[in-house]
């Protein structure tokens, strides 16, 4: 049996120190905020934690908006292979699409 290859994110640790990279992040323009002027154009920008939380709420949304395309557009994991099978058996006749030829025609 093969051993499977490790990858960056298979260590728990360097989990651990990406989070801890995030929050120091998080952490710093929280900070940055307060110290920061702002050139805003509506009173309500003014409010402290406006931007992380318009930025939550527009992930939250975007999450909600892809998860119902998802069910718009999803197929089953065998979508062109049982296209590619169909259109393997029905070779055999002759191609009757508008506009299209068969190769011996």
């Not at 989070?19 to 702002?38: E, G, P, Q, W």
């Not at 939380?53 to 065998?78: H, I, K, N, P, Q």
Request: proline letters at 4%; hydrophobic letters at 45%; glycine letters at 4%.
């Amino acid at each position: 049996m093969a051993k499977e290859p490790k990858h960056l994110f298979d260590n728990p640790n360097n989990v651990k120190r990406l989070l801890s990279a995030f929050y120091l992040c998080c952490a710093l323009l929280l900070i940055i905020d307060f110290f920061v002027h702002r050139h805003i154009s509506h009173s309500w920008e003014n409010l402290l934690g406006f931007y992380p939380l318009y930025g939550f709420v527009g992930c939250v949304l975007l999450v909600f908006v892809a998860t119902w395309l998802r069910t718009l557009l999803m197929r089953s994991e065998d979508y062109y292979q049982a296209e590619q099978n169909h259109t393997e058996t029905d070779s055999s006749l002759p191609a009757k699409k508008i506009g299209a030829k068969h190769v011996d025609d």
